[in-house]
């Protein structure tokens, strides 16, 4: 038998859901699924507006999470603007 939420719990969990990046939501959708046990991948696919395939990897990424080189970080090392005084080097003068 599966669990089916009242709609105003389905809001909280879309709205939910959209405030977060975009690793946290495959996370929270896989954390929410595994909650609800059979069944509930597809189910939490629907209410947030998912493909399924997403929850899985967020499922995969759940039981790896001491192994993540990322843990705590939003972007990725070296990633992100650079320095300003790298990007215009100073120009000769002739």
Do not use: W
């Amino acid at each position: 038998m599966q669990l089916m939420e009242t709609p105003a719990i389905e809001r909280s969990l879309r709205e939910f859901a959209a405030t977060l990046t975009e690793k946290d939501r495959r996370r929270f959708a896989a954390v929410e699924a595994k909650q609800r046990g059979h069944g509930g991948i597809r189910y939490i696919a629907r209410v947030i507006g998912c493909s399924e395939k997403t929850i899985e990897r967020g499922l995969a990424e759940l039981d790896s999470l001491t192994d993540d080189p990322a843990a705590g970080r939003i972007r990725q090392p070296g990633a992100g603007r650079k320095k300003r005084l790298n990007r215009n080097p100073p120009k000769k003068k002739t």
